[in-house]
């Protein structure tokens, strides 16, 4: 089944430099995706692309039954029916809240827009705040009028480029879900350009996790997080370590922690090297386990605190108890493993 939007083995150039190649992945009717990357991977160039402001070089961009662009052609932004919501609001700071939103609807009669601004407002809920200008908001009111604004055209598609970044931790969460919300009651598809995890995962349907150009894996949040493609995402997304061991058989391991066995099959021989990924939450607090290391530091986030735990062997995992079980630097602890999701790669 074809998507609403598709990315079709796209490359973009900055001068002889390639910074996005063989990218490609598809957005249905409804879904939000996100692009998530550490800063410099190319996540904005692709959103450029999309938008129109970037040139393909090989490859092409579709949406709905209308091609945006191609090596040849390049349909100009204005005419792609896409919003997009910026880093910095770019709201026009002499205009009112209600000028703002209706801003690009010059086409649709006097009635039409106040009707259309009014059910705009209430839906972002700023309602009494109509005739207020930029500089008399707040950072979440102007990240609220920005999309509003961009959804006053009805577009098929909304562009979110690092949206929340310039607010506080709590408010951004808590947007990011009101904007989720918001998009999901319209139907209307939107992906989202972010370097924070949290961020995508509250937000996106499917992730792409974008490395030096590329799709490392398009997929859900539980799927990058249990199911990673390869090192990088197993790195990227989430905590964890990696300890080495051998193959028993094509579903368990031998390491330092003993015998680790998953609910996933891996074709290698017995005896194979391999690096077995440890999650935190794969980590129990065990007082009658026989497994022991030392706490070497801690991070305590309310319901629970974040250790890491050295082994004997000078390894070092991460480990998530519940806060009420607290622990020093230095105490020994013991633990077992509760690795179900099983994620492990032949070693190079």
């Known amino acids: 089944m074809s998507g609403l939007l598709e990315i079709n083995d796209i490359q973009c150039n900055y001068d002889n430099l390639t910074v996005i190649k063989n990218l490609s992945f598809t957005l249905s009717k409804g879904d939000i995706g996100c692009l998530l990357g550490p800063s410099g991977c190319g996540k904005s160039t692709i959103l450029r692309a ?24 390049i349909l100009a932004p204005e005419k792609r029916h896409i919003g997009m919501v910026f880093q910095d609001y770019a709201l026009f700071p002499h205009l009112t809240v209600e ?8 086409k649709l009669s006097r009635r039409e827009v106040a009707q259309k601004s009014a059910r705009l407002i209430k839906l972002v809920d700023l ?25 006053a055209p009805e577009p098929s598609l909304i ?5 929340f970044s310039n607010l506080d931790a709590e408010l951004r969460g808590r947007l990011s879900l009101e ?4 998009l999901k009651e319209l139907n209307i598809s939107a992906i989202l350009v972010t370097h924070d995890q949290k961020e995508a995962f509250a937000m996106s349907d499917h992730i792409g996790v974008i490395d030096r150009g590329t799709i490392q894996q398009w997929g859900s949040p539980y799927e990058l997080y249990h199911e990673p493609l390869n090192r990088f995402v197993a790195r990227f997304i989430g905590q964890g370590s990696f300890i080495s061991g051998t193959t028993l058989s094509h579903d ?4 330092e922690l003993g015998s680790i066995k998953g609910n996933r099959a891996y074709n290698w021989p017995e005896g194979c090297p391999v690096d077995i990924l440890i999650r935190p939450d794969d980590i129990v607090y065990d007082a009658n386990s026989e497994l022991s290391g030392i706490v070497s530091a801690k991070t305590f986030a309310g319901t629970s605190t974040q ?3 050295k082994l004997p062997s000078g390894n070092k995992i991460e480990a998530s108890f519940p806060s009420h079980q607290d622990l020093y630097i230095g105490n020994s602890v013991n633990f077992s493993l509760d690795a179900e999701h099983l994620i492990a790669y032949r070693s190079t």
Do not use: C, M, W
């Not at 000028?99 to 010059?106: E, K």
């Not at 904007?179 to 918001?182: A, E, Q, S, V």
């Open 99 to 106: 000028q703002n939103i209706t801003f690009g609807l010059s």
């Open 127 to 151: 309602s009494g705040y109509e005739q207020r200008f930029p500089h008399e908001l707040s950072g979440g009111q102007q990240q609220r009028v920005a999309l509003a604004r961009a959804l």
């Open 307 to 309: 250790y890491q735990i």
């Open 50 to 73: 999309i938008a129109g402001f970037e040139p393909l070089k090989n490859g092409s961009i579709t949406l709905g039954k209308k091609t945006l662009s191609t090596k040849q052609n």
């Open 159 to 163: 562009l979110l480029d690092e949206p």
């Open 252 to 255: 368990t391991f031998f390491s």
């Open 179 to 182: 904007i989720r919300d918001i």
